[in-house]
């Protein structure tokens, strides 16, 4: 299985700055990078998924930035992986859209991975931004 991409894990802290930040307005994107060690070029390159997916919103110009505009407590980890990781399945005849296996019926091993599956996306489906926020996630 792969593993979760330097996008997916640092989408998860950009996410988490700006929750723990979403009284004070719109925050500056140098000021996540110099806090979570990210590279503003970076930054860059992940906001336009998380602006789209509706996490956050930027305003252009002086007093500008980004801001958290959900609820940390509706939104799962694996919301955040999905988009930013595709899809989650350990084995490519899991994937969402994947052509049926000619061999699933006899394969010895795909309850297994189906199995994996399914713990991995209720194991992150379970853990919220609140929960990361307070400290309280597994």
Known sequence: M???????????????DLAERRES???PMKEVALRQGISLKYIERI??????????????G?????RFT???G?????DILRLTEGDLAPVACLKSGAEPCPRA???RTLAMWKKFYETINDF??????????EKTAP
Do not use: Q, W
Request: charged residues 15%.
């Open 47 to 60: 906001l336009p998924s998380l602006v789209a997916a509706g996490y956050v919103e930027g305003v252009h």
């Open 124 to 133: 992150f489906g379970n853990i919220t931004l609140k929960d990361l926020l």
């Open 105 to 107: 019926a006899e394969c």
């Open 62 to 66: 002086k007093g500008g930035g980004y």
């Open 2 to 16: 792969a593993t979760i991409s330097t996008r997916g894990r640092y989408a998860l802290r950009v996410l988490l």
């Open 74 to 78: 509706s939104i799962a980890v694996v």
């Open 70 to 72: 959900g609820e940390p």
């Open 25 to 27: 307005g719109y925050v």
